[in-house]
């Protein structure tokens, strides 16, 4: 994440501290993140990332893989053909 960096400050909250600001969440919270802006709406992919892992049983690390091309980066759950997140390359 250029700029920042986004950690788990509570186990239903996030976060994002960088660019001299921070700003924190609640995870499945219905207000928005305040001061979510820019070219990607951050807050909204977490939530749609953790609503997902908790649909499919909320699989430990091990369920996770990766496909990483020159141009592209996937992340997957269960499988490549599986619920996956494209990331900003």
Not at 11 to 24: A, I, Q
Not at 52 to 79: C, K, M, N, Y
């Amino acid at each position: 994440m250029p700029g920042g960096a986004l950690r788990a400050a509570e186990p239903d909250h996030l976060l994002f501290e960088g660019d001299g600001r921070s700003e924190t969440g609640q995870v499945g919270a219905a207000v928005p993140l305040p001061g979510q802006q820019g070219v990607l709406a951050l807050w909204d992919q977490v939530e749609d990332a953790l609503l997902t892992w908790e649909r499919h049983g909320s699989p430990d690390l091990t369920g996770f893989g990766a496909t990483i091309t020159l141009e592209e980066q996937v992340v997957w759950l269960g499988s490549p053909e599986g619920p996956s997140w494209h990331l900003p390359t």
